[in-house]
Every structure is written in C-alpha cells, then in structure tokens.
C-alpha cells in the first residue's frame, strides 16, 4: 500500500540539511527554497531549529548532550518525512562535524538522500545582522553557550554545497540549491 | 512568505487522531485514509506509534512519563506538519485521556483542526488479530505493560467519529473519515 500511495504523490524524498551559525540566514534559504519546491508543485516541509525548540524539543535545554539530542530528532523527523515522499528542508545550527554526520547515517539507513548545505555566512556578518538579538544579549553578558561565540561550531569538511549569504542573493541561494536537487536526481 | 506558501498548497492542515488498543487497526485505518486523500490530491501524512518508537521516540520507555512524553512529541510533530498544510493521521495507542486532551489543546492553540477517532475494536477481537504477536507475549508472560491488558486503556468520551473495526470494512472506515472531513471544512 506503501508503495501506491507514494506512486500518487510525484515526488522523491531527500532531506536538504542547512548547517551554519546563528543569523546566518538558515531559515531565511530553507522558507524561500520550500516556496520554490511548492511552486513546482513538489511537497517540501521546513524543520527550523527555533521552531523544534518551541515544540518537539521543549524539553530539552543546551548541554552538548540535549544539543545532540535536539539535532537526532530533527534527523529522525526528516527521514520520516522523507519516507513519505516529502522533501525536507532543515534549518539547524547543528554545530559538532558528529552530529551532522550521524544524521547523514540516519538518513543513508532508510535509503533517503541527504545533501549538507553549508550557509557559510562570516560570523562578523552574523553579528551585524543578529535580527533575534542574540549576538547583543552575549556582549551583553545576558547570554552563554552562543554557538560561533563561547560554543564551538565546526564547518562541514566536505559540504555539497556552500551558501554565502553575504555575498549572495536570497534568489541564487535558492537557484543554487534548486540546481543541486536537479543534478542529484531528486527534481 | 509563509501564506503565500500555504496559498500555493490547496490544503487546510488538520489532524485525524486515532486511538485505541494494539491491533485496533488503526495503522490500517491511518494509511489507507492517507492513500484516499493522496488520490484526492491533498497533501497527508502518517504518523505512527511504532515508527515514532523506532525512531524519533527510540529513547524512551513505557513507563507513564515516557508514554506521555510519546505521545507529547507525536502531537508536536502532528502540530508541526499541519502548520505547513498537511493532514496529519496519527495512529497512536495514547491510552489516557489527559494525554490526549493535551494533543487536542496543543492543536487549538496553533489554531489547527482536530479530531479525535476511537478505533474502538473489542479486545477480544485484537486479541485474536495480533498481527505482532504482543498479545501471545503477554499471555506467555513474556511482555508486561501491555495496554487493555496489565495496562489501563481510557477510551474517549466524546470521541469525534467511532470505528468499530470488527463491524465495518476498511473502505467504511475511510469513508467516514473522510465524510467527518468534509463536515468539518477541511476538504
């Protein structure tokens, strides 16, 4: 039945994993790449960071073993909709080379292509922008743990793809991903 | 951004909720209503007790805490998907219910249709069925906290749709999900 049903919907699963500092512009790519899906009449859904820890990881806080929690279930949550013919877009700090890599393994282990992006935005960029305040509060000493700051964030070694926002648009960033889902097979 | 998104979708997201004890059927139920409204060409999704708890749930056990919490992120992910225009059928034991008036408040508060589904099959029905064998397990003694057996099963009281498998047919059942569907507005 499984099958049939995805036969429906015309689409392929793969998950779009966007790693990079806060303010980097992750969410911002991932809304404007899912527009970009929907309006080729792919089904695509967003798993923000922010949003995972207003909601499915409400409980957990920012140790490095709830960050590694919080980047498993957004692994776990993007194949299971990728299982279903879904493309997701993942927007997460997902600071530690392991964590990315554990998820890379999550997905590879139910067969769904996994594509790291990395948004490679300078942190000088990052702290310029820092449309949630974060960067401020750090200065400020109101805030510890900043992933780029006080927290480590390891870059990807070998990315599949590397989104300068600051010296790209919003709408190459998305061509570019666009192109990328084109010559991997998934559009 | 977001509305233009879900404008280019034509779909109101909505969660079906379906309880009821193991071998109930409702995994059955949930994708055979996932594949009806597919061919419909709106945009579902199942989720599942046993697929949560091997994947993202595969840290927790069955102690009431852990099965609360289960049911907590099923209801979150449900929240989740049909912000972004799904239909979300959730096929969950989720016996008690506090637990399941919490997934109802949760959807309320984000503004999100939903519906609570009693697959309200006999025990002795699904006891015969035990399509995993669970039931057999414990009568051998070789499972404990199995729920309608050493384990309580609340049922709704006031549940949306009721679906006694044993005296209706798949297609039945899909029929009235699909008839409450249309009743509610969201097809």
Redesign the interface.
Known sequence: ??T??LA??PNKGAAVWLTGLPAAGKTTVA??V??AL??SGR?A???DGD?LRR??C??LGFTEKDRT?NVR?AA??A???SK?G?ITIIALISPMRLQRSSARSLHGEAGIPFMEVWVSTPIEVCRQRDPKGLYNRYNQGNLHGLTGMDDPYEPPDCPDLVLPTDTMTISEAVDAVMAMLHKSGIL
């Open positions: 039945m499984q049939s049903q429906a919907i809304l404007a899912q527009e929907h309006n089904l859904c967003v798993i949003e909601g499915l409400s409980d929690e279930r776990e949550m194949v299971y909709l279903q879904i």
